[in-house]
C-alpha cells in the first residue's frame, strides 16, 4: 500500500473516531439527532418577567431531561413571552409552570419546565412562571448579611471606647466593687444589730424575774375571791342538786318503761316481739333475706351478662358490574363473647335481570248447570321481593368462621377466614339451593379489608355458579359497635 493511502486511510478512522465520540458525549445530542428523526413537536408561549441569559436554542427540560428549545422571544407590555417547541407527547396540566433555572453556579441558562397536576392544560393557552433567585439575588443577601456583621462589628468597638467617664468595662468592674463593699457593710451593721437584740432579751428576763411574783400574788387573790362568790350563791347550787335529783328519778321511771317494754318483747308480745321470739315469724324474715339475696344476685349476673355481649351495627352497599345494579345489607349482630355470634340480615336490592318464577293456579269450569265440566291451570308470574331478611348462627374456631341459617330469604351456609390480623376478611356464602329455570344454587366470594374508624370495602365475584348470571362488584361499608343498646338485650344474652 502506498504512503499516500495509508495517510488517507488513517486521516479516514481519525475521523469517524471523532465524530463517534462527539456524538456520544455532546450534552444536548445535536449532532445524534442530525441524522435520527425527531419527535413531533408543538409551541408553547411562556410569559416571564425576566429573561437574562436565555437566547434562540436554549434548552428547555423537565426534571433535567430535555424536551425542547426556545425558538423566540419578545417583548409585551413590559414582560418576555418566550416561544417554546416542545414534544407533542409531553404532557402539561392547566397549573403547570416556568422557570428560569442555571446548570451549576455559572453554567448556562436553560427553561424549567414543571408539568402540574390536575385537568390538561387548554392548546394555546399562555403558561405562566415563577421567579428563581438569580446569582445577583444571593449576591445582594451575601452583602446585606457583610453590612450586619461590620455593624455589630462597630458596635463591639464602640462599647470598648473610652467615653467621657473613662472606658465602660472599667466602670462596671468599679460598680461590681462598690457593690461588694456595700454587702460587706451590710453585713458588719446586721452584727451589731443581733448584738442589741440579745441585750434586749437579757433585759425582758430581768424584768420577768422582778414581776413573777406580783403576778402570783394578783393570782391568789382572784382564787379567794372565786370562793367568795361560790359562798354567796351556795343556796342557788343547792337547788339545781334538787333539781338535778328529780330528773335522776323520772329517768328512773322511764327506764322502768323501757324495762317492761323489753319483757314483753322477750314474752313475744306484739309484733316486735313475735319477729324476735317467734321462730315461724323469724323463718319467714329468713326467707324473705334469702329471697332478696337471690333477687340480687340475678340483678348482678343480669348486668354481667349486659356488659359481656357485644353488638354490632354494620351497613354496606354493592355495585354489580355487569348488571349495572346495586344491592345494600344492613346486619345486626349480637355476640354474647369472642367465639359467637347471632346476626340478623335486610338485604334490599333489584334483581330483574334474573329468570321470572311462576305459580300455578286452578280455575274450575262450570256449565250453565253448576255441573263441573273441567278445570284450567294458569301460571302467574310470581313478584320478586326486593327485600330479604336473613338469620344466621356463626362459631368461630381460631381464624375460621362457620356461619349458617337463612341468607337472603333460604336456607345456606357459609365460611369466613380472617388473616392479617383480622383486617382481611375471605367470605364464601351458598344459598337458595331451590331456584326457579332449573339455576344452580345462589353462589357468592368476597373479599373485606378493614379500615381505620370501621370504614371497610369489598370486592367479590356473585353467582359464581351461573355463568350467565354472575358478576363482579365491589362495594364499601361501615361497622361500629352501639352499647347502648345492651340494657334492651341483657335477657336474650343470657337466654342464649
Request: hydrophobic share 35%; aromatic share 10%.
Given at each position: 500500500m502506498k504512503q499516500e493511502a495509508k495517510i488517507g486511510l488513517f486521516v479516514i478512522l481519525a475521523c469517524a473516531a471523532i465524530a463517534y465520540f462527539v456524538v456520544n458525549t455532546s450534552e444536548e445530542g445535536s449532532a445524534l439527532r442530525f441524522w435520527q428523526q425527531s419527535a413531533p413537536k408543538r409551541l408553547l408561549d411562556v410569559e416571564m418577567s425576566d429573561a437574562s441569559g436565555l437566547r434562540r436554542g436554549t434548552v428547555v427540560a423537565v426534571s433535567g431531561v430535555q424536551v425542547g428549545t426556545v425558538q423566540a422571544i419578545r417583548l409585551h407590555n413590559g414582560k418576555a413571552i418566550l416561544s417554546l417547541q416542545i414534544d407533542r407527547n409531553l404532557q402539561l396540566q392547566e397549573d403547570a409552570y416556568a422557570s428560569l433555572a442555571s446548570k451549576g453556579v455559572l453554567g448556562d441558562k436553560y427553561v424549567a419546565l414543571f408539568p402540574g397536576t390536575g385537568s390538561p392544560l387548554p392548546e394555546g393557552q399562555m403558561l405562566t412562571s415563577k421567579a428563581s433567585p438569580s446569582l445577583d439575588d444571593i449576591m445582594s443577601v451575601v452583602h446585606e448579611l457583610g453590612e450586619s456583621v461590620l455593624t455589630i462589628t462597630r458596635k463591639f468597638e464602640e462599647s470598648l471606647e473610652s467615653g467621657p467617664d473613662g472606658n465602660r468595662f472599667t466602670t462596671v468592674a468599679e460598680n461590681v466593687e462598690e457593690l461588694s463593699r456595700q454587702l460587706l457593710l451590710m453585713v458588719q451593721n446586721n452584727q451589731d444589730h443581733v448584738g442589741t437584740m440579745s441585750a434586749n432579751f437579757s433585759t425582758m428576763s430581768t424584768d420577768l424575774k422582778n414581776e413573777l411574783p406580783v403576778i402570783l400574788a394578783e393570782m391568789k387573790q382572784l382564787i379567794a375571791d372565786f370562793r367568795s362568790v361560790i359562798q354567796s350563791e351556795k343556796s342557788k347550787i343547792s337547788s339545781t342538786m334538787d333539781n338535778a335529783s328529780a330528773m335522776t328519778e323520772r329517768m328512773n321511771e322511764a327506764m322502768g318503761s323501757?324495762?317492761?317494754?323489753?319483757?314483753?318483747?322477750?314474752?313475744g308480745e306484739g309484733t316486735i316481739g313475735k319477729l324476735i321470739s317467734d321462730n315461724e315469724t323469724a323463718s319467714k324474715v329468713e326467707n324473705i333475706l334469702d329471697q332478696a339475696s337471690t333477687s340480687l344476685e340475678q340483678v348482678q349476673k343480669y348486668l354481667a351478662a349486659a356488659d359481656s355481649f357485644k353488638i354490632n351495627l354494620e351497613f354496606d352497599t354493592h355495585y354489580l358490574e355487569k348488571h349495572e345494579?346495586?344491592?345494600n345489607r344492613f346486619k345486626f349482630q349480637i355476640a354474647p363473647n369472642d367465639k359467637k355470634y347471632y346476626q340478623i340480615d335486610l338485604t334490599s336490592g333489584s334483581k330483574?335481570?334474573?329468570?321470572?318464577?311462576?305459580?300455578?293456579?286452578?280455575?274450575?269450569i262450570f256449565d250453565g248447570e253448576g255441573n263441573l265440566i273441567g278445570r284450567e291451570m294458569q301460571l302467574i308470574e310470581k313478584d320478586r321481593d326486593d327485600y330479604e331478611f336473613g338469620l344466621q348462627f356463626a362459631y368461630r374456631f381460631d381464624s375460621l368462621t362457620i356461619r349458617g341459617g337463612l341468607i337472603e330469604g333460604s336456607g345456606g351456609g357459609g365460611l369466613d377466614y380472617m388473616f392479617i390480623k383480622d383486617r382481611m376478611k375471605m367470605s364464601i356464602d351458598f344459598f337458595d339451593f331451590d331456584r326457579?329455570?332449573?339455576?344452580?344454587?345462589?353462589?357468592?366470594?368476597?373479599?373485606?379489608?378493614?379500615?381505620p374508624k370501621g370504614l371497610r370495602i369489598i370486592a367479590g365475584w356473585d353467582d359464581i355458579l351461573e355463568s350467565d348470571y354472575s358478576s363482579v362488584y365491589i362495594?364499601?361499608?361501615?361497622?361500629?359497635?352501639?352499647?347502648?343498646?345492651?340494657?334492651?338485650l341483657a335477657s336474650f344474652s343470657k337466654a342464649l
Open positions: 323501757v324495762k317492761s317494754i323489753v319483757q314483753k318483747i322477750d314474752s345494579s346495586m344491592f330483574d335481570y334474573l329468570p321470572n318464577e311462576y305459580v300455578k293456579s286452578h280455575t274450575d326457579p329455570a332449573d339455576l344452580n344454587s345462589h353462589g357468592r366470594i368476597d373479599f373485606t379489608f378493614r379500615l362495594g364499601a361499608g361501615i361497622r361500629w359497635q352501639d352499647d347502648d343498646l345492651k340494657p334492651l
